[in-house]
């Protein structure tokens, strides 16, 4: 039996909240010079901001900046991929076509992680090629489309197709081989099986049928008065995929996800040295709101998700000089997720996304309700991210190199 403590420590490490306060506390042992690696220099913040909403003005120079989400992917090389899927599903009732939109949502971004530098996909309808999260996007749309994550071969996904799902089925529908490899292949498919295991556990989240899709109708019964949350919508992305993830770290049993430990931190008990980040979690929140959105509901508290802690969105920190890497391992070397390099800067990311945002909007003289930080982030920091890392770096790698298993970034 799971006490009292020990449920309010797994509820609080699945919050936003304890992500800003964790991120907070490693923040401001950063500004007292108290981290291992890494040096902040807030004299670059408006250099920062400058230079995201410089591209914000060519991205989107009428400034109607869609909210950071898988779908904007899913229109890669300028090829509207969604009115198609819209006609394929156009018989169906508006919540069923939800139910497809999040089904294809969920499995293409928990297959988003980063795919390496020597991976592309070759679309045939249109003859282009794409790279990275954009050929992710684009390769698992067309076999979310082909059937490949159903059981029934139709575009949806449930838990039988998903736990049946073939690691040669994934790498021809990625078009792997041994001249194009895609990094964590077989983190992939063991994420897509486990989705298919958690999603067949849990009824009163996925319903009967069994697929991701299942969430929407839970979400609709939280709504009240037409209004949801989107700090709701990521408790259940927490609830519903917790146990997905490969090799976390565990309270009582419960894997808590995008998790890790960095000692810097005081030790006051339980947990209390534990970082959530809940990245892909996060991602997948900000990518499940669109479809309900157009069900009719108004999504409130959007600013309470934070910034995601990945590498675009970091590496522009580094580029830039906002972060300071304090030792010449930090970029010269290749480190492993849970290392507390990557654990310092990926929280002083998410820290320091919230200070552009502020600066931005001070700059603009805009609320935060005009631009919430899902439009500066989608338009934003983490094209602004690939932009400089493209300039700087030979195939626009990051400026620090993470040993990827596929189930991370």
């Known amino acids: 039996m799971v006490n009292t403590e020990t449920i309010t420590t ?53 400034w109607q900046i869609p909210f950071h989400s898988r779908w904007r992917h899913f229109q890669a090389g300028g090829v ?82 998903l736990q049946n799902l073939s690691l040669e089925q994934l790498a021809t529908g990625f078009q792997v081989t041994a001249a ?22 849990q009824p009163d989240l996925f319903g009967a049928d069994s697929r991701p899709g299942g969430l929407v109708d839970y979400l609709f019964t ?62 997948l929140t900000y990518s499940l709101l669109e479809p309900l959105q157009q069900l009719g509901i108004t999504i409130t508290e959007l600013d309470r998700l934070t910034g995601l802690a990945e590498y675009r969105n970091g590496g522009l920190l580094i580029d830039l000089g906002l972060l300071q890497p304090k030792h010449e391992a930090v970029l010269g070397s290749a480190h492993l997720p849970s290392s507390e390099v990557i654990v310092e ?20 003289d805009r609320s935060a309700e005009a631009l919430p930080l899902a439009k500066i982030l989608e338009g934003g920091t983490w094209a602004a991210g690939r932009r400089i890392a493209a300039e700087r770096r030979s195939g626009g790698v990051p400026p620090i190199q993470v040993i990827s298993d ?3 970034f």
């Open 80 to 161: 509207d991929r969604l009115t198609p899927l819209s006609q394929k599903l156009a018989d169906l009732s508006a919540i069923e076509q939800a139910r497809s939109q999040f089904d294809l949502a969920v499995t293409s971004v928990l297959l988003d992680a980063g795919s390496g530098s020597d991976w592309c996909y070759h679309e045939a309808e249109t003859g282009q090629v794409f790279r990275r999260s954009e050929g992710l996007a684009v390769a698992s749309y067309h076999l979310f489309v082909s059937g490949g994550f159903s059981h029934l071969g139709i575009p949806q996904a449930d838990a039988i197709g």
């Open 406 to 408: 596929g189930t991370i």
């Open 180 to 201: 194009n490899p895609l990094v964590g292949i077989e983190g992939r498919l063991s994420l897509m099986q486990q989705l298919g295991a958690s999603v067949a556990a």
């Open 222 to 283: 939280q709504t009240q008065a037409g209004q949801l949350s989107a700090h709701q919508v990521l408790e259940a992305v927490l609830q519903g995929f917790s146990e997905i993830w490969p090799g976390r770290l565990t309270i009582e049993g419960v894997n808590l996800g995008d998790v890790w430990v960095h000692s810097a931190l005081p030790d006051r008990g339980l947990a209390s040295q534990w970082v959530p980040l809940h990245k892909l979690s996060q991602w």
């Open 345 to 364: 800067w990926r929280a002083l990311t998410v820290v320091l996304l919230d200070r552009i945002a502020d600066r931005i909007r001070q700059i603009l």
């Open 10 to 62: 797994i509820n609080y490490l699945r919050s936003t909240q304890a992500i800003r306060d964790r991120c907070h506390e490693l923040f401001d042992l950063c500004l007292q010079d108290r981290l291992t690696h890494f040096t902040c220099n807030l004299n670059a913040l408006d250099n920062v901001a400058g230079y995201v909403i410089d591209h914000i003005n060519i991205a989107y120079p009428d």
